[in-house]
């Protein structure tokens, strides 16, 4: 099978232009515009003396996420959710996947009895919204606790590695790194996969659209995988050093 | 009474910068972010080929709005509306002032079955969200309704009129022209005024949050309306001469 | 342009017959029903010892609204709102004004740890149920304040002035005062004042349905208003006056 | 055991006054103000040219209904469904047993496709307000089945009985008729009983709210419905005489 | 008119094949499979150490129940109650009667500051589900409070009657005990029955869905339920004799 | 570290006993309960001759899948969906799981313009009730497709797969096949399996509650995962062999 072309002559293996943005709003303690190519999601980090009942009294603190879609981020407008009065189980199941995606890089013991609350507002979407969120949303906790750590709240960092995520796929037979809309649409199969600093998982979602795929093809997009999120780290790290 | 100081030495009758950036996402027919100092809300335009049930086989076409905060655009972060399963009656207030700032300033027979739906999400606030939302929201109208122009779909323009909108109010005894939030939440009258090219009201809404206000301070606030709105037509116009 | 004629003779300043019927029902701490010529509102007052969250522990009262229509008091039956599941945009609107009207003349510090609920159902409509609802809510809520002061729960009224609101608006050019439902639906312009005793401003809504307004035409408005206002409020005493 | 003693020196088999008002409100096709002593209960018939899915196309009609209160329609104030979002169970089922009740003594098929909807809203309780609201929906129904026949829209009544409802109950092992509030609350037993013109049941609700009740109970009950449900239908036709 | 023929040969005055299983499923503490022919109802008793706010501090517990049908327990699919953000009237009504029924043989003082919540969940309906929920659910309940006095946690049990409940009605003319899917779906009356061990009447609710019932059906409706419930409850001590 | 002893001396790559029962209720055109150990689910296919609004016109057909849980499936209860108002995110991540599985193996073309519901309630939990539930559906969903075959509604079965799941974990540095409750609530890593008769991959959503996992572990959770999946495929057809 030819190998499928992607648009302004991109690799398989290689990820879309990359722009993180920190302090893009004032408000938040931690704000950030992440860019993965087309798709921009802003990511704020909110820090709130409180915790969620399960875990009050606990001296443990809690880290959760939310995601919501402008209605005309996308190519056609998709109704808002809050005017339907609900969220979709797509919303529900990639805000529960950015929350879990965070929970694992923190010790919630060292947090204290406090939540920060991450909200991922998909701007214009191109593909890849979940796995931007998770990438940037890391980069509004760090700030944000940072704030805490500078303010003396914190002595000790709760954040015990990094986070960030990237979508790999199979298209028309070849494996790609970081589906954008029109390659998400075509693909037989998509894969999310959410890594540490350390080179492991955190959560490996695969879904065959189409065809069902095979363990070589697994194993093709692991990879791809792991190359993608050594890549968003550093783009992590270096964005974390500017002021 | 002494007068009230305003941040950054900024005059009673005087504006915030605005921005007007065009073009801000690339799937709308029109997107807009407008800027009033440190308000920014993003204002899409989205044509669609098919009306409410109440205009079907009427010949005429809608414009509705809808309203949204991010959040974490205010101070303190706000509950996500679709979250908690709808939207307040502020939001909705909102939302309803703005279709019909919009609606007053076009003629529904000519856009032919076909909606223009408004959203408007802020994704920064510092007070007068409303009245940006109005004023951006006619930029991306108007940018919808070039490309139907051009594209042939219309051959002549439904909008007979812009239409611009700007807070006033009396803060400490001292009519105030774009009140900031600061302001907002220190002042005793509040009033957003719609306003068409032609100098005519389409919306006047005064609130005495203290004390009830006179007919001579209604007066000045108009006065001080009149002046904003004119300044903020003329940047419209300015920003839609640009491509 | 031809004066419009208005039913039964009335002239264009002139208010419908007005009722105000004190103890309506057994219950409520206020009961009023208050009609506009076919409109007719149930206003009734609760005190109930306990304040919203916002308020626990502030030493300080709350008054608030809720307003609902029946089904079947317009001339087409619209659907219930319980049925439904949410109340609409413009009732909520509505229920905002009322509240915050009523807020206007109340010092919340006089009135203690308590609320009054003002509940306004609309039993029959013709056009302006909510100033109606607002003029006929002051009675219940001075009638709920009575019983206070009389049962010794109050030593000082809390009550600083008196509100009152009649609709106002421009029908086939004419300014008149207290639209019913065909005027109203005939309207240009459609505004809603809501005054004190003092003659000051509370809220001033004003809505341009057809053509926008004119700062001439706002001053003729306002001007009807005012007469209108201080009517009613001669009617709200001599209510009061009564047993 | 003593026997209970009621208010006003009401005999035990005694309904409270009933006072049944025609044309209580002026735009539906029926309107009916219902007292049984304190309870008041506004039914209104409104007749509108659909039914619901399960009936189009069969040549059939619908009757249904709703029921409210208003919130301070009771000694303590209740919560408003409509803020709430949703009928509580009791509301549920109390209008489920209006419909049920008004349609077992309507032929559907001489109805044609359109749907009569009560709706009963209480203004004032004073227990029984759904058997009330019965008794009255059947003379706002009658009033709208009778314009429809005069207009000549139905040639022939779909009324094929009448109908009427009575609450009974034991009371400090008093069997009681037509019970009030407090009596409501002491009692062991509550039925609801819902009777034709011919002296048969369309509904028999009881409910042992303290002590489970004996068959010679229920027959006391029964006879004493029957007795009160006779008298009821006497007033209907006394006031369906009247203009 | 003939009588009518029922499935199996069954008598007028038959129940149904009777299934009583204990121990169902193994985490609450009452599970019980009640069968009454086709008709299949799991009923569990969860005891759960609080009680809802009408009872906090009141030293009294209380008993509830909910009810539930699984989407294909019918002839044909219904949508799932939870799928529609909604529970049925229907549904709510019969939770309302089972929790009654329960709670009529309870001595909530007894009970202490628990609640025990039964969940009857329809796994196949073919008729009468809400009598044989009764049933079952009585059986749940007393293993509970087996459980508890057992355990130690009750000196003394708050059951002071058993209950059970039985469906009879008049199908072409002839009264039956316990109604099948197809009677009850054919038949002129339905009256669902709940008595006590002392056979006395917590519930009756007869409804007339053709033809109005006389006083003599009534009686004979009553016989029947009497017999029937009799048999049921020689079942339920049967059951519950068993380990 | 010393292995994980499993219950009742449980192989590391041991299913639990697998229990399929065909038919296990008789209106749905596919029941099936099935075991996982503790773990039972009840899975009905409902066929119905229509499609939702996306497929309308298609002539294609639709396969979907809702989830449940019944109150006391779980040691402690959880509230019920349907009393709550809205399914969890947890209820509809699974059933869009389900969904997603079972239209992997189905030609939608081959279905014509019908729907195959899958429902999946939980009548008893003891972990892995996702990867039971399609497991079993898949059964459901081979009976109500050989009806359709049966009938002649069909000629060409829509089936082009077999697919079944099972859940792997790492629990105490041990890899383990097919949790149970114990189990899951200890695991650093729980990963969902779903695969074809094929050995190809459908889905595999591998998460870290604890530790991150390595690419080892990974592959070592696929081959356990394959291993079970295999097993569960001749249990599947050894049941559908079966009348």
Redesign the interface.
Known sequence: MAEFIRSEGRAADQLRPVRITRHY????EG?VLIEFG?T?V?C?A?V?DKVPPHKRGSGEGWVTA?Y?M??????K?SD????K???S?????I??LIG?SMR?VFDLTLLGERTI?L?C?V???DGGTRTAAITGAFVAAQDAVNGLLASGKLSQSPIV?SVAAISVGVVHGTPLLDLEYTEDSACDTD?NVV??G???????????EG?????TE?NQL?DLAEKGVTELMRLQQEALRNL
Chains 1, 2, 3, 4, 5, 6 share one sequence.
């Open positions: 709003t004032v408000h938040a704000s087309g921009k802003l704020t909110s709130e939310e919501g402008l209605p005309r981020a996308t190519h407008r808002r959710e809050a005017a009065g609900k969220q189980g797509r919303t529900q199941e805000q529960r879990r694992a609350q909200d507002d701007i214009q979407a590695a894969m890594m540490t350390a080179g492991h998982f955190v959560e490996v979602q695969g879904t065959a065809q069902a795929f095979s363990r697994m692991l």
